[in-house]
């Protein structure tokens, strides 16, 4: 049986093309960046040349790259590094009530030491109102950290207007981009700092880097050996870089072309989809990833529906209670004002470069059955 792999804002399968740049970093030029000799400097070569193509690619300086294990990683960096560093200035930040744990964990970290939080609610479709943002600036607002856009519903938030009220306000303005960065243009103009994941796009688990922009005043999280500027100690994961830059490159050429293909797959998965009665859409309609669908089906639980469908050969995921180990709901679901029974019936399928027209309608085949066949078993009705 195919198995189709419909799980990309999880994590992507690594190129055959990455993994092959990154081989000889294993083995062959396995050398520690900072040693001065030839083996050591040649990972040293590997690294800035990473360095440079990333940073091209964004359109940033290299030394305003600072590369780390992650998104998770350079989010808590970013919320981190901010409030100690300016904790003389003000000790106020603001996020969304939909920011992925990476970010509300280190905000709720952050209250427990003395910060104060306002955590900004969203409409249905998941939007921050950027107005939300200009009225919840207080004098003592430092930082300002709204996703670029979301890992669940695939909403796309107007960064670029609330960056410049950040900039208005000289508020220090971050973005999570970990699910856009490669995949939509970003805008880079008045960002401070942005979270990046290799494993989002075709690279490899373990590398992500954050930019922060030349003069931002920010305190490294790790302490230790001063590599990456003194912003993240510890001996550089070369082979990880190399693998990330050579995602880059293979990301940079296909954006646009990408970013059609897929939106005309999602629009031709949702339009099949919703067919099927009682069930909607969740997220934006329009301003929404080119790869995420996702979707509530009423009187059945999602993870049913996963499991069902990984029966039938396909990979996807669902924001309720088993996936997520929590008996609690979706949290970003919940913020866009689903009832708890809602939440739990969410499917969420995430495109990617290797599906099809035939993956598409392979599922719009099989789901229907797998929906109607629960809603029998299921006890929450109908
Ligand atoms: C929006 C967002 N931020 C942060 C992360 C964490 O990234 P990583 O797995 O590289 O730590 C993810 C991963 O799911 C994500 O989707």
Known sequence: MKYIYMDHAATTPVDPKVMAAMTEFFDKKYGNPGSIHKIGQEAKTALNDSR?????????????IIFTSGGTESDN??????????????????????????VLHPCEWLE????????????????????????AIRKDTILVSIMHANNEIGTIEPIEEIS???????VYFHTDAVQTFGHIPIDIKNIDLLSVS????????????????????????????????????GTENIAGI??????VELAKDNIKSEMKRLTALRDKLIRGVLQIPDCWLNGHPEKRLPGNANFSFKYIEGE??????????????????????????????????????????????????????????YVLKVLPGIVSNLRKMSPLGK
């Open 304 to 361: 049913s529906l996963v499991l069902y469908l990984d029966m039938n050969g396909i990979a996807a995921s669902t924001g309720s209670a088993c996936s997520t180990k929590s008996l609690k709901p979706s949290h970003v679901l919940s913020a866009i004002g689903l009832s708890h029974e809602e939440a739990h019936g969410s499917l969420r399928l995430a495109l990617g470069r290797h599906n099809t027209d035939e993956d598409v309608d």
């Open 242 to 247: 190399v693998g990330f830059a050579k995602a």
């Open 112 to 135: 427990k030491h003395g910060f104060s939080v306002t955590y900004l609610s969203v409409d249905k479709h998941g939007l921050v109102n950027p107005k939300d943002v200009d009225n």
């Open 52 to 64: 440079n193509k990333i940073a091209k690619f964004l359109g940033v300086k290299e030394n305003e």
């Open 164 to 170: 410049k009220i950040c900039k208005r306000h000289g």
């Open 77 to 102: 960096i970013a919320l981190k590094g901010i409030a100690f560093a300016n904790n003389d200035k003000g000790k106020h930040i603001i996020t969304s009530k939909i920011e992925h744990h990476a």
């Open 198 to 233: 290799a494993h989002k796009l075709y690279g490899p688990k373990g590398v992500g880097l954050l930019f922060v922009r030349d003069g931002v005043k920010i305190e490294p999280v790790l302490h230790g050996g001063g590599q990456e500027n003194g912003m993240r100690s």
